[in-house]
């Protein structure tokens, strides 16, 4: 049988009123949509309908940005929860993914992979786990810490977590579950597998209280990209979302991510890499132009200046003229990879702080188009093709309709290209995205006590 043709991965990153940082303040935006179900239901739909792999929503377990007089200007103080809202969304959709942030700093990864498995259940299939370590200062605050965990535990925390719920998702294998009422046997006790756990960060018994998901185990989803973010991804990630200003960057971390998998005796084609785009769409130029210059228009300096400084390491640019340039910027503990990306955006295209603001404030460092369906398609065509992408995670700059304006003017000229589906191939997250199902690891023929060295314990143990 011959192979299908390669083709492009598409995820619909659902951000409140859109990614533009002045979105909810347009025209045609939902004001309230951070707490609206209905608004997300909608969008989840309409991204099911145009064929998405997935949907995919961000999180952070606080107020990103401390400043009142900026933050009172800006729509992203609240918001659901994530896990709560994709439950809710596998009731009103069918088919298409369902994506979310949890972070691996300041959660267990007992909840995590307890509440991953239950939404694989739910969803009958298509839940995906974004792995990441939390950037920001004041979540550390939110959870008995006056500082921030440092950068490299953070990821030695997460390398650890992730074998941790990796290892609870193979709990039970796939038919351990007999419910027999004649027999009076619920489950094959030959077939539970404790996980037994201890390392440097966690100390984790197990066995998980959800039996194998449908999909084996959830999609697990990586966003880093400094150096420690690139080799936990290349061990551990079936997607990456990640953000790149150039093909040249772009092309560079595609070539070095499926190089370190093989490295790790990985196929590289099970990881798909799908970097953010912020797309704005007209039917002409002069149209995408001037919707991109609506936006820009709605930008209050002082939350421009704010945005920056959060996402530049958390240093504050306000004591700096705003028309002159960045300055020397210190080291962060927060997010290393996209402050050296802003950093060199700023000293590479000689921008001022009012510049660079209004660069990332769509965008926020992924990839800015502002252009026609064939321009905005060209780019992903060339991406795509070229070693920089095996799909994209599309960032509307406002919603609905800049969802709308991706779905009615871009889908069709890529799908006139040969480049994206008219149906679904399957039903789960991992059918959508070519992911191969993965095997029990015992049932594979690992033996128990090379899985979990420590699983031998009797049953009645575990009461």
Same mark, same amino acid.
């Given at each position: 049988?011959s ?35 209905? =608004?997300?239901?909608?969008?989840? +739909?309409? *991204?099911e #309908? @145009?064929? $998405?792999?997935? %949907?995919? !929503? ?25 896990l ?21 700093t300041?959660n ?25 370590t ?13 500082? =921030?965990?440092?950068?490299?535990? +953070?990821? *030695?925390? #997460? @390398?650890? $977590?992730?074998? %941790?719920? !990796? ?25 539970l597998?404790p ?39 290349a061990?551990?990630?079936e997607?990456i ?37 912020f ?58 990879s996209?402050?050296q ?25 992924h ?40 779905i ?15 149906e ?40």
């Amino acid at each position: 049988m011959s192979r299908p043709s390669r083709q492009i991965k598409l995820g619909a990153f659902l951000m409140q009123t859109g990614h533009h940082i002045a979105a909810w303040r347009h025209p045609d935006a939902q004001a309230d949509a951070p707490i609206n179900f209905r =608004h997300y239901a909608d969008l989840a +739909r309409r *991204a099911e #309908a @145009a064929k $998405f792999d997935a %949907v995919f !929503l961000a999180d952070s377990v606080g107020v990103r940005n401390t400043d009142l007089p900026s933050l009172s200007r800006t729509a992203r103080s609240d918001h659901f929860e994530p896990l709560t809202l994709l439950s809710a969304l596998a009731a009103v959709t069918e088919k298409i993914g369902l994506i979310a942030t949890v972070s691996t700093t300041y959660n267990e990864p007992y909840h995590v992979a307890r509440k991953f498995a239950s939404l694989d259940h739910i969803s009958g299939g298509r839940s995906g786990w974004n792995l990441v370590t939390s950037s920001g200062q004041g979540e550390a605050q939110n959870f008995n810490l006056d500082e =921030h965990v440092e950068h490299a535990r +953070r990821y *030695a925390r #997460a @390398a650890e $977590f992730h074998d %941790v719920v !990796l290892g609870l998702w193979d709990s039970w294998e796939d038919d351990a579950f007999l419910r027999d009422k004649a027999s009076g046997q619920y489950f094959d006790p030959d077939k539970l597998h404790p996980l037994n756990h201890r390392g440097e960060h966690f100390s984790v018994r197990g066995p998980l209280n959800v039996s194998r998901s449908p999909q084996g185990r959830p999609v697990v989803v990586q966003a880093g990209a400094s150096p420690a973010g690139r080799d936990l991804a290349a061990r551990t990630a079936e997607v990456i979302f990640v953000a790149h200003q150039t093909f040249d960057e772009a092309q560079a971390f595609y070539r070095d991510i499926k190089g370190r998998a093989a490295a790790y005796g990985r196929d590289p084609d099970d990881i798909k890499i799908m970097p953010g785009i912020f797309p704005v769409i007209g039917r002409t130029q002069a149209e995408a132009e001037e919707k991109f210059a609506r936006l820009q228009d709605l930008i209050h300096p002082v939350v421009g200046v704010q945005l920056l400084s959060n996402m530049i390491g958390g240093f504050d640019l306000s004591r700096y003229p705003v028309d002159g340039p960045l300055p020397d910027i210190p080291e962060t503990n927060g997010g290393k990879s996209r402050q050296q990306l802003l950093i060199d955006l700023a000293r590479r295209d000689g921008l001022t702080i009012r510049q660079l603001y209004l660069r990332i404030a769509g965008a926020r460092g992924h990839q800015q188009v502002v252009g026609t369906p064939q321009s905005v398609a060209d780019q992903l065509q060339q991406w795509f093709e070229e070693e920089g992408a095996d799909g994209f995670n599309i960032m509307s700059p406002w919603l609905p309709g800049g969802l709308d304006d991706f779905i009615e003017l871009v889908l069709p000229e890529l799908r006139r290209r040969g480049l994206f589906r008219t149906e679904y191939e399957g039903n789960t997250l991992r059918q959508h995205l070519g992911l191969a199902r993965p095997a029990h690891r015992a049932a594979a023929g690992v033996s128990r006590s090379q899985t979990h060295p420590q699983s031998q314990q009797s049953l009645a143990a575990l009461a």
